[in-house]
């Protein structure tokens, strides 16, 4: 059974810790890039050839989206830390068991939330401040891609299951699907059909349902390996396996939630600004997103590989992993922030030829660099606290970034020191600096060591 396991992903519990870590996160890499860039082109091609309302009716319509997206990468996470250190401890039985209550967990509350956000679709759009003349794009985009919101969440729910077993090669392979229908499909429906945010959403489900099936065909081929069978019986969320995974995946998906809220927050004010105003927040966050791909990356690579090891009891590897990713990613950060900081009217350029965007643009790329920096000693520093399973620090992390540090910062420099709209841009770049500090505390106090799941369920 052990050797099963083996063929369907990678052990970092032995081994070069180093290579190890880099063959794994190379496909993690590629995977949330091409996810970036694919989720780009909506907003490079509607804003390309709509205009900035239809760039403003993408990036507000697809808000929601944005908000759960996280919430099934928290519960995906979860899993994946629990079958780590499974995987890590050699209990595949457990492991084969957890699949199924995992998956199970995973559907329910996607379907749950595509019909709450298309029930409440106006509401939504209300509370964001979308300009009145992108309330009709924005409307249109979102029901849409409520509708890919299983597809979302079962995609994730599988990764979840590979990665936590090391296997980070066949994720890539699913996403690259999903680039290559959502790009011919934005192309067609957009460029030739000229349905506007209609065909982009149209284009991002479809290309969401293509990474799902993938993913899903792929699981029932290794079938064996985790225990997955396609019968009703099987889809039952088990006590055991469910409740460990809700104990990590509600604090990890509310700390999310809470900064995906402060993120809301910052851009319904920025939206009160006006268009410009707007449309430079809605280019900055894809930018932003996409500039710190290596760092989000690395992190969850750091995670499995943390989670194997404390599984396999083996803390100085563990600790080695931190340390690994520190390294790299402010070395990435260094990079991004002189090539932003060089050349940032060519990075806005990719997505709009608006002259007051661009120029505004400038500065929120400077503002920034602050949050690529802090952003890379974050990552580091919380994959330990991700891959030992501290569900409460999670939440702890959620809540000062989410409401202390971006909500708290952003009203004091826009409105207490009067900046405006920048006040909102540097509340943002500043708002993990506490955060961080409470990563390294945890790592640094060695609280880590004892502190699995295994041990908690053993």
């Keep these: 059974m052990a050797e099963t396991a083996k063929k369907v992903g990678r052990d970092l519990t032995t081994g070069s810790l180093t290579k190890g870590i880099f063959l794994f996160v190379g496909p993690v890499i590629l995977t949330n890039l091409i996810q970036q860039v694919y989720s780009m082109v909506d907003l490079m091609v509607i804003g390309k050839f709509v205009g900035n309302v239809g760039t403003v009716g993408v990036s507000t319509g697809g808000e929601i989206a944005d908000f759960l997206t996280p919430v099934a990468t928290a519960f995906a996470l979860a899993g994946q830390v629990y079958i780590a250190q499974l995987a890590g401890a050699k209990k595949f039985d457990a492991l084969k068991e957890s699949v199924g209550s995992f998956l199970s967990l995973m559907m329910g509350m996607s379907i749950f939330f595509a019909v709450v956000s298309i029930v409440f679709c106006n509401q939504f759009l209300a509370i964001l401040n979308c300009p009145q003349e992108a309330l009709q794009s924005a409307r249109a985009y979102m029901i849409i891609t409520s509708i890919g919101y299983p597809f979302i969440f079962g995609y994730n729910a599988v990764c979840g299951v590979l990665r936590g077993m090391g296997e980070s090669k066949r994720p890539l392979i699913f996403i690259i699907v999903a680039a290559i229908a959502n790009i011919f499909l934005d192309l067609l429906l957009v460029v030739i059909f000229k349905l506007d945010a209609a065909g982009t959403a149209i284009a991002t489900a479809a290309s969401q349902l293509a990474s799902f099936v993938a993913a899903f065909l792929y699981m029932y081929r290794i079938r064996d390996a985790i225990g997955f069978q396609l019968k009703l019986s099987y889809f039952k969320m088990k006590k055991e396996p469910t409740m460990i995974i809700l104990r990590l995946g509600v604090p990890q998906a509310v700390r999310s939630v809470l900064v995906r809220v402060s993120i ?28 710190e791909i290596f760092s989000s990356s690395i992190s969850q690579a750091g995670g499995a590989a943390i989670g194997q090891n404390l599984g396999a009891e083996k803390h100085d590897r563990a600790k080695k992993v931190v340390y690994i990713e520190l390294v790299s990613t402010l070395a990435v950060a260094a990079i991004i922030s002189l090539m932003v900081f060089l050349f940032p009217k060519a990075f806005f350029g990719i997505f709009t030829d608006d002259v007051d965007v661009l120029e505004m643009g400038v500065t929120y790329l400077n503002i920034m660099i602050i949050h690529f920096f802090v952003s890379a000693v974050v990552s580091s520093y919380q994959s330990m606290v991700v891959g030992s399973g501290n569900a409460a620090l999670n939440f702890i992390i959620g809540i000062l970034d989410g409401v202390v540090c971006k909500i708290g910062l952003s009203i004091l420099f826009a409105t207490v020191w009067s900046m405006g709209v920048y006040g909102y841009f ?6 993990r600096i506490l955060p961080a500090a409470a990563c390294m505390a945890y790592f640094y106090s060695g609280k880590w060591k004892g502190a699995t799941l295994l041990k908690k369920k053993d």
């Design 264 to 291: 809301l927050w910052v851009n319904a004010s920025v939206n009160s600004y006006g268009l410009v105003a707007s449309g430079t927040n809605s280019v900055g966050n894809k930018l932003q997103k996409f500039l």
């Design 426 to 431: 540097w509340g943002t770049a500043l708002s």
